[in-house]
């Protein structure tokens, strides 16, 4: 059985906005990412409802071609998600080396600590003094 036009349409649409969405992640502009992300949000919700219009005027929506590509792309979609996770730690790993967060903050502890001991020493003798 060949697949329903609109249906055909509605995949090649996702296929489009997939290509997009791998071209954003690959440039540093996060509007455009996040416009290639909603377009494909909707393409996808479009399509959702292409494939149940197509099913109730009793066509196949999912003729094996079909399957076979939306498996193509949802292959393509964890490979994106998992890129991204690879990206983000990798980022995590870097700003931690050269921003180390819990040493900076046992740092400033330690030296807020040592700080209030030296003040607290010199009132006191300050104090003593003027009695």
Not at 16 to 26: G, I, T
């Amino acid at each position: 059985m060949s697949l329903h036009p609109e249906v055909r349409a509605h995949v090649e649409a996702i296929e489009a906005r997939l290509v997009e969405l791998d071209d954003a992640l690959a440039q540093p502009d996060p509007l455009r990412l996040e416009a290639c992300a909603q377009d494909l949000h909707r393409t996808l919700a479009d399509s959702l409802s292409a494939f149940r219009h197509a099913s109730a005027t009793g066509a196949d929506p999912m003729s094996a071609d079909l399957r076979h590509r939306l498996s193509l792309a949802q292959t393509r979609v964890i490979q994106l998600q998992q890129n991204l996770h690879y990206a983000t730690h990798a980022i995590s790993r870097t700003l931690d080396v050269l921003l180390p967060r819990a040493r900076c903050r046992m740092a400033t502890k330690l030296c807020a600590s040592n700080t209030m001991a030296r003040l607290s020493s010199l009132r006191k003798r300050k104090i003593w003094l003027h009695s």
